[in-house]
């Protein structure tokens, strides 16, 4: 059904979006991990931040508003199989959130900047991309199939109107302030990072328009 196409096609869209994200972001702070050994409190709390916006930003998704939602509705007899697949997910969705926490006790910390600390950060963020990279595979591999099995006929429709209603606010929302996916190479921590006029292998990588840096930490939710 064209309907179904449309709106799988959809969601593989926004996760493609969320998986370069992810990788932009890993991509961004290896960069400026490898320009020095020490970090800066200011550094480790941008680094929470940004995980943790990452990390919401998977409640907030079509998969989990809509989709999930519309394969119990559609197939009640599934909820075994769809309660297997979403703890495997949700067990991923724990590893990454773990990866916030180790960032934000290092920032709770914070008294030894050392190079043992900028690999502990690196580690911390390979590991949420990892197990968020993960999860998008497991969805669109498993839980869109399942999807095409169990949605049928009105169903799909329905699904359609919810999506071109999302995508509406989302327009609008968009109107009045930035979003935060997908993520944008941000310039660099001024208290942290090296001045201007750096190597030419981190010029050609680190060379997108910038974002703000998020003005105070948040806090990761499970």
Known sequence: MLTATYILVS????????RMSLLAFQKYMHVQLRQQSRLSLAQLQYAGDWLNRLYQGGYWRKVEMYLV?????????????????????????????????????CAGAAIDHSELQAEQ???????????????????????????????????WFAIAYQFL????????????????????????????????GGSAETAAEVGTPALPVPAQPLRAQA
């Open 11 to 18: 969601l593989s869209v926004e996760q493609a979006s969320i």
């Open 69 to 105: 939602p519309a394969i119990r509705q559609a197939a009640p007899h599934a909820d075994g199989l769809l309660d297997g697949l979403l703890n495997e997910i949700n067990g991923l969705n724990h590893v990454a959130l773990e990866s916030i926490n180790v960032v934000q006790q």
């Open 121 to 155: 950060l690196c580690a911390a963020i390979d590991a949420f991309c990892a197990a968020l990279l993960q999860r998008l595979e497991k969805e669109e591999r498993e839980l869109f199939a399942l999807a095409r099995k169990v949605i049928v006929g009105e169903a």
């Open 165 to 196: 209603a999302h995508d509406a606010r989302a327009q609008e929302a968009r109107r009045g302030k930035a979003q935060v996916l997908p993520f944008v190479l941000p310039a660099p921590v001024p208290t942290a990072l090296p001045a201007p």
